[in-house]
């Protein structure tokens, strides 16, 4: 689940490349849709979403009987000012 485009295909071409399968979600509401229809090994997570918080969505994962077992790797940037 991840909104920057580029940095998504990235990771999604790198997945591929290992033999697995990756599917995008650029919000959170769109992955928690995709996750209760499609069975994953794991969800890379970004913190900043456009529509809720990534924070909020694994809340939501952790707190849903059926989804609490899927592996969740936290993946955010932030930049800071120096």
Do not use: Q, W
């Amino acid at each position: 689940v991840e909104d920057d485009k580029v940095f998504s295909e990235y990771v999604k071409n790198l997945i591929n490349g290992m033999g697995n399968k990756a599917i995008v979600a650029t919000t959170g509401t769109e992955g928690l849709r995709l996750v209760r229809k499609t069975p994953v090994d794991a969800i890379l997570l970004d913190l900043t979403l456009p529509d809720i918080s990534g924070i909020d969505v694994l809340h939501i994962l952790k707190s849903t009987p059926e989804l609490r077992c899927i592996p969740v790797y936290i993946i955010s940037n932030s930049e800071k000012d120096n």
